[in-house]
């Protein structure tokens, strides 16, 4: 249970990662 619950946890953090980096990257271009 603990486990599901933190491999579930891993994947809402990691997604919401990607999606800021993808939206920083839009909004703030870098080259």
Do not use: H, K, N, T
Not at 11 to 18: A, E, M, N, R
Not at 19 to 30: A, C, Q, S, T, V
Request: charged share 15%.
């Amino acid at each position: 249970m603990s486990e599901d619950y933190f491999f579930f946890q891993a994947i809402l953090i990691s997604s919401g990662i990607v999606l800021i980096f993808l939206g920083w990257r839009i909004f703030e271009p870098d080259s």
